[in-house]
């Protein structure tokens, strides 16, 4: 049945509504929102309203209105009030529209009037007597405090595993990176760290950083007036929704090509084709894992034929052969374009083969991205890359390939170019340095399921969605934690100090304490022992920037749900206890560490770290910037208003590095098939290739979605797109329940017949709470351990017939067709 | 893009509704505070508008139609088995709003896989499933008319499981 709403009306805001700016807090584009609040027992009318437009006529197409999603009533200063978080037509970033995500920004909010998120943690919880028992926050900081402070002190920081975002929007964001970052790179040397979606504590992209360029170096204006777009393994129509509708369709419009690389077709090239002609898009439906041979065999036939910008490249690259040698910190070589096209140079014949397309589309390719034109000027590109490389085949040398096409071209740092990520989340990264941590760095999955670590600390992450090798893993920690929850249990009735010598006896015979700070009681919350209640933003004021490095002010419009805060003040709350523990355990020195979180706000958290890197910038003077915001980095503050950077390397000088002679470098990316350990021969010995995709509909790992009838009626079940042919080979039909397994483990969803999908290769929906893709991917990381989650390999059989819930929806194809 | 016929739909009945609440709007306005003789309900009273009769439909031929008002088209469609909402002996009648709920552009039904596609931003809703949005941007599911078949054949529109994109409330 498809969710009705049954909603045929709603509140007016009044014109005295209350208006706040709002950046949305899911993917990286960072939409721009009004979020207007007023006083339960008020309203407005259709011809006086908060809008200024009469409202008792249809609006137009484009025009203003509030969705059934964008209502709901919250709690604002202690009182219930209406909400309505609509779209900003004066954002330049998406101009009024709207996601299927931001969309529904209100209605994710925990509302005790509309019953909506009642699974938001509103609590402290504490393990007692075999359940999680709600408490205070000076409770169970203090368990916190005591467990930790003695683990770190009787063994070492080492013993201490944390799992942090690293992120902006949701509830990361300056505040709260800095917070924890503060915690465990200031007042602790935490190296045993890991970040929400990796097994360590790393870059995704290393190599765009080594080689001198930002991962974020353009403006998404520059897709409006480029000449062709360029997108590596990413579907900006489903994740980056609004940089493509409301960036590169206009580019398309005024002539831009597009070219995708992905070995599946994707509504994204689905789109395009309507946009810009098929003649003008060219879909590289590439091997998996062949990114780098393609671009280094488009790079070869580039240079052979004389098309580099050889100005650009003389000027702004390095010219002294090789400048950073390969080592176990650097997975490739870089240095000068000759230098790194010893180990490039690919044929079109071995380009061709490797990567299962046609030699005349590589040639295409080059030729769209950077044959001159007649008039000898160069063609302008924007290359966009995502997971389907970041955690893809041979992370490091990949991006690297990706980036070298762009450096030989000229095309970074001017307008209508750049080469950038798409990104996830928008970031939000302000941490002290994590130089201690190493490179590479502990992959934590392996230490933790060896046994290692006593300790820990896991902040708004749920490895149990979105981790590799999950069912190892989850088997491990479930076990660990649960000695330490029978410890518990056998202390029960006794003191504090009997409790934590129990816990800490656990510990010491293999046992894990772990400490969960999440918005939601998840998944890998529940082998927790202290459950710790954050919020998210709005709930209180978030700086964050988005994929072209525009930084906001989102501001809170809410109260947090019941007694949760910001993860900011959580860590000092933490801080603090562990200061007066450690005291009275009599170590003044280590307690000394633990100073300086005196913060009464979220506000406090940012001007003690990054507005002391960036001192023109403060919450007011961010407010005056409204949902356009500045782009980073910010230069100054001029006639009221921060003056920022809308493009990087405008000057052609590379710093990223941090190499003085500013000049970029290129990446030795030689080719070398499968990178990770194991794949090659889960590859032969399995069926399907198990591609891990996203889904427009639902944000991350479904943390609210999970609680939102509308998507879950949608896709009651994980989809797994598959071709009819192979269903009807396995004895599959529409919508039936079906188990994916390998060596690894096994995981399980429904089947989605695809035209589009190829014989032997499925696309299973990632992050799922109903059923993990995690779990089939081996351990196999790169040199910097950078997992490789896109490729798995499994065989694939029937569970179940199609349940009801399955039964009833729709299972038509998801492009367009007019 | 519309669909191919124009049927009549009833116009002076929902331009009697919408009179009616225009008068109640003006009334509360001028007044204050104090409460109309007539108590508004707590639904919104949608106007019962004839769309077709039964014999005007023939399956997979999309119908125009307008529905509560003339400001907001939608389509009338016979499917030849039974579906999700149908109406009529045969359960297969059912009848959607056109506006995206996304924002709020005019839809094309695609006869061959009986969607609905959205030509600003490429959302698509199966008329076959209840208005499921199959792929796209809209947050909820394509408003639905409730239908009701008289002893004639005749087909009213007189309710909707949604909100209609572009107003506050479906009767205006």
Redesign the interface.
Known sequence: ????????????PPADAKVHNVTCHYCIVGCGYKAYTWPRNKQG??TDNAFGID?????????T??????YNMVRQNGQDVHLAVVPDEDCVVNSG????RG??MA?NRPSRVTGTQQQRLSDPLVWRNGVWQPTTWNDSLDLVARVTARIVTEGSEDDLVVSMFDHGGSAGGYENTWGTGKLYFDSMKVKNCRIHNRPAYNSEVHSTRDMGVDELNYSYSDYEVTDTIVMVGANP?ETQ?NAF?NHMVPGMRNGARFIMVDPRRS?TV??CE?VAGAENVLHLAIKPGSDMALFNTILTYVVDQGWTDADFVAASTFQGGEAVGADSAHPAGLGSLDFAMQDIRTSLAEGAEVCGVTEADIVKAAEWIAKPNEDGSRRKCVTGYEKGIIWGNDNYRTIGAVVNLSLATGNIGREGTGCCRMGGHQEGYYRPGDGHVGRPATYVDQLLIGGGGKIHHIWACDHYKTTLNAAQFKRVHKRRSDMVKDAMDSAAGGTREQLVDAIVSAVNAGGLFVVDVDIIHSQIGQNAHVVLPACEANEMNLTSMNGERRLRLSERYMDPFGNSKPDCLIAAGVAQHMEAVLREMGNDAYADQFKGYDWSSEEDAFMDGYHQGNPDVTYDRLRVMGNNGVQEPVTGFENGELVGTPRLYTDGVFTRHGRDDGKALFCAAGWRGWQAPGKAQEEANHEFWINNVRA?IFWQNQFLDQDND?VQ??FPYPFIEMNGDDMARLGISTGDLIEISNENGATQGMAYPTDTAKPGQVAMVFGSPAGSQGNVVNPGVNELVLPDYKHTWGNIRKLAEAPPQAR???F??????? | ?RCKKMVDVGRRQFLRGGAIVGVG?AAT?MTGVQAQAATPGA??DYPSSKLANIADLTVNDPVDIEFP?A??PGVLLKMGEAV?GGVGPDSDIVAYSV?C??????M?Y?S??R?L????????F?A??????????????LP?FTLRVDDKGDIYAE?????I????????
């Not at chain 2, 709920?101 to 005019?106: E, F, M, R």
């Not at chain 2, 596609?117 to 698509?124: A, E, I, Q, V």
């Not at chain 2, 309710?159 to 909100?163: F, I, P, Q, V, Y």
Request: glycine share 8%; with cysteine.
């Open positions: 049945m498809a969710y009705k709403r049954q909603i045929d009306r709603l509140p007016i009318t259709t409202l008792g006529e249809q609006q137009p197409a484009d025009g209105w509030i969705a059934p999603s964008m529209l709207a996601s299927i969309a529904r209605e129509l929704t509708l509504v689905n789109a309507e427009n509308f009626d949608r009833a929806i729709s038509k194809s998801k492009e367009y067709t007019a | 893009m709007a306005m639904q919104v008002d400001d907001s999700e506006l709920p996304h924002k709020g552009w005019q094309s695609n061959d896989d969607t596609n959205c030509p600003g931003h490429f959302s698509r199966d076959e499933s209840g208005g499921q949005q199959v792929w796209g941007h809209a947050t909820q599911n639905q309710g909707a499981s949604d909100l994109f572009g107003r506050p409330s479906n009767v205006l």
